[in-house]
């Protein structure tokens, strides 16, 4: 059943710069090296992670070269949309301005849905599913940049760029 997520995993996710899904045999791989030998046979598969701040500061430096005005520290009063056209009302250290943009990113994470009802006066079809992650970081404990995720309740470690998914 691993074998098949990861088959789909490899699939859905169009790979062009990770490595693909693979079969280890851990009697033999250097990450088999600090388990115990029931574990004969693991799956690796690669993921990435992203740092949110620094991809919002690129996409705001890309929208910037494409001619968007970014507003920082601007908080949106009221937007309505009218011929194609959106009128915007903004807020920034006190002082009101009124804009018009003929586009417009609800890019508010968590306020989303408030930013929807409140500022734009809209009922909203969609929902936002908020995910939350922890992380916890512990010095590294083995020789290799694989993270151990184990199909039944044993021991786990912490992740790196690779993963390995054992199963006894």
């Not at 574990?39 to 690129?58: E, K, P």
């Not at 009218?82 to 609800?106: F, I, K, P, Y």
């Not at 079809?125 to 694989?146: A, M, N, P, T, W």
Request: charge should be positive.
């Amino acid at each position: 059943m691993l074998r098949f997520g990861l088959f789909i995993y490899d699939h859905l996710g169009g790979r062009k710069i990770l490595p693909g899904s693979e079969t280890l045999d851990l009697t033999h791989h250097k990450v088999g090296e600090p388990l115990r030998r029931e574990f004969r046979q693991g799956f690796a598969y690669s993921d990435g992670w992203v740092d949110d701040s620094r991809l919002t500061v690129l996409n705001a430096v890309d929208a910037a070269e494409r001619g968007a005005a970014i507003r920082t520290r601007t908080r949106l009063v009221r937007a309505e949309r009218s011929d194609r056209r959106w009128q915007l009302v903004l807020s920034a250290r006190g002082n009101r301005e009124t804009v018009t943009a003929r586009g417009l990113v609800n890019a508010a994470g968590a306020w989303v849905p408030d930013v929807v009802a409140h500022r734009l006066r809209m009922t909203s079809s969609g929902h936002v599913r908020l995910v939350k992650g922890s992380h916890i970081v512990v010095r590294r404990q083995f020789e290799h940049d694989h993270a151990y995720i184990f199909s039944s309740p044993t021991i786990a470690s912490s992740s790196q760029s690779r993963t390995s998914a054992i199963s006894p």
